[in-house]
């Protein structure tokens, strides 16, 4: 942290256009505003978390800050130092977890991608094998630290990917959806890694897909869609978008989109989210009505085979559904 | 100290990465060798002389296949990982990772060498003789850092374009054949000689062969000359290398081209 600076990060008005053309030999150019003049901070040993819709501009956010990205305007401070200017002090300084399969040397031992890693963010040789022998053994990897990362499964490399973005003790760690396709046990192990690095003082800036994942990580959540922030709050605080309204959720077969359209065009519908996929499907109709809304549904889905209806108090992932919708 | 880290770091996994993946044996090791051996089966009587032109050729046709290789995939692999973004977020400058990485592929070259000079004295019967054994080594640890060298600037390239392997591929052989490897650069046409005496291996191959053989005249400079001008050229090329990865660097941030492949 350099001197006087408060927060962890200072986002403002940070925006990011991204280029692409079509064509091969009549090329045309057409400019993409990914991330569109978004502000906010977060706190030293906070755990905050970016939410939102694919393509909303979350991981272009983490690219920027994390300096693999320049953006192409406004300003952004990661500990102190700014994210075009001071390149090398961030890196330093920070680690990088992104979810997913890849990002590891597959044909080598997770120690040999921790050592490589260590070498390359500087580690004293003195200390490196003490520390990556730390790291094996607070993610669970200590038995299998010689074998080849090709014969992990996916939770184990998810956990390889933790301890290699904590092999230069980073302040402030970058968590891009760490437990994307994760079974249940492996990202109930990844979030108790995350929870306990938060109890080390360490800074998290998380982005994830999962509502209930970051209800009950975060201590405050921006919700970015389309490139804007449109809501930053705890998630009691973002619970409160949704306090006027019931959630009917309903568990059938046969759902159709035309369904879900004729749900969402009536007045007493704010919301509307299904699943169709398989042969259980469930969808989630937010009302201000409650259950007298009920016989409505049951008429509008007459078509299909109702399972189970009822109504439940509004999630977080309501008040998400709402905000980006 | 993190600079040579960082160099030593990428050697190793480099090594590492050779030796669990088999496939690169082929392209860098083995076609060479066939090369060579075909070369010494063309020439036919295999003298002392044709002997040291083998054994360097080879060995030079194996360090800059390994080095262009090595280069123009260091990155692509990387992408083909994953771990680029990984890779380019630490602190370390990318020149310095390739450095390691490029130098590693240089010496591997060498098993390539080796093996030539087992044929040779095993296969025909010919003595493999350095007249000055050290100053043969200090040349070829000059070549070998020119070698890097040159791999650090062709990387930079393959950071850019998508197309390093369609590069490589036309890049081997006009190499092979204008630093002198298999043969002498005055059998090649006029016009290509300033090409030739612009590349830092002609010098370092030329240097080899004066400590080989003391009867040697090659380029006509005399030794220390070749070593002088392979020195001066691998700093030339470091430090083209190091610029270009500074401005290819800011490039791939800019244009979020990185994981593009």
């Not at chain 1, 030293?44 to 991981?59: H, S």
């Not at chain 1, 402030?172 to 109890?199: C, H, N, S, W, Y």
């Not at chain 1, 399972?307 to 509004?314: A, G, L």
């Not at chain 2, 298999?182 to 290509?192: D, G, K, N, Q």
Request: aromatic letters at 10%; glycine letters at 8%.
């Amino acid at each position: 942290m350099t001197d006087g600076q408060e927060k962890a990060i200072v986002v403002s008005d940070l925006r990011r256009v991204y280029h692409t053309s079509k064509g091969i030999l009549r090329k045309t150019r057409q400019a993409v505003e990914a991330v569109k003049g978004i502000s906010f901070d977060v706190e030293f040993g906070e755990l905050f978390g970016l939410v939102g819709p694919n393509g909303a501009g979350k991981t272009t956010t983490i690219k920027m800050l994390t300096t693999l990205l320049t953006p192409t305007s406004g300003t952004a401070k990661v500990l102190g130092f700014d994210i075009v200017e001071d390149v090398v002090e961030i890196r330093r300084r920070i680690g990088i977890i992104f979810g997913g399969e890849r990002g590891l040397y597959y044909r080598v031992s997770g120690r040999e991608n921790l050592r490589y890693f260590a070498d390359l963010y500087g580690v004293p040789m003195s200390k490196r094998e003490k520390r990556i022998a730390e790291l094996l053994d607070m993610v669970g990897l200590s038995d299998r630290a010689d074998s080849k990362v090709e014969e992990y499964s996916r939770g184990m490399k998810q956990r390889l990917h933790i301890a290699k973005g904590l092999i230069n003790d980073p302040q402030l760690v970058f968590m891009d959806e760490p437990t994307i396709g994760l079974d249940p046990q492996a990202a109930r192990d990844t979030r108790a890694m995350i929870k306990q690095l938060v109890e080390k003082s360490k800074t998290i800036l998380l982005t994830t897909h999962y509502m209930f994942e970051a209800d009950e990580l975060c201590r405050r959540i921006g919700v970015i869609s389309n490139g804007e922030i449109v809501a930053l709050d705890t998630p009691a605080g973002l619970k409160r978008f949704v306090k006027d309204i019931t959630v009917i959720e309903v568990e059938a077969f046969g759902i159709v989109d035309t369904d879900i359209l004729n749900l969402r065009r009536r007045p007493e519908v704010k919301s509307v989210s299904a699943n169709l996929e398989g042969e259980r499907q469930t969808m989630r109709i937010q009302t201000p009505k409650g259950s007298e809304f009920i016989p409505e549904v049951t008429k509008l889905l007459s078509a299909a085979k109702i399972f189970d209806i009822r109504t439940k108090e509004p999630t977080l992932e309501d008040a998400y559904l709402r905000l980006v919708s | 100290m993190t600079k040579l880290q960082t160099i030593s770091g990428s050697f190793r996994m480099s090594l590492l990465h050779f030796f669990a993946d088999p496939q690169w044996i082929i392209p860098n090791i083995i076609a060479p060798f066939v090369f060579t051996i075909v070369a010494l089966v063309l020439f036919g009587n295999v003298s002392t002389s044709v002997a040291l032109y083998a054994v360097l050729g080879g060995g030079m046709m194996g360090m800059w296949g390994n080095t262009l290789y090595g280069s123009g995939f260091a990155l692509a692999f990387d992408r083909w990982n994953g771990t680029i973004e990984y890779v380019l977020a630490t602190p370390s400058r990318l020149v310095w990772i390739i450095a390691g990485r490029s130098a590693s592929n240089a010496v591997l070259g060498l098993v390539n060498a080796l093996a030539i000079v087992l044929v040779v004295v095993i296969g025909y019967g010919t003595l493999f003789v350095v007249a000055n054994p050290v100053l043969f080594i200090l040349a070829l640890i000059v070549t070998l850092a020119s070698l890097s060298a040159l791999g650090v600037i062709f990387c930079s390239a393959f950071l850019l374009s998508r197309s390093a392997q369609v590069m490589t591929n036309g890049l081997e052989m006009p190499i092979y054949v204008a630093t002198g490897s298999m043969f002498p650069i005055a059998l090649l046409p006029l016009w290509s000689h300033p090409i030739s005496l612009s590349l830092g291996p002609t010098w370092g191959i030329d240097a080899m062969r004066y400590a080989s053989d003391a009867a040697y005249s090659g380029l006509g400079f005399g030794y220390w000359t070749d070593l002088l001008v392979v020195a001066a050229s691998t700093a030339i090329y470091m430090a083209i290398g190091f610029w270009l990865f500074v401005v290819v660097e800011k490039k791939v941030r800019r244009d979020a081209t990185l994981t593009e492949y």
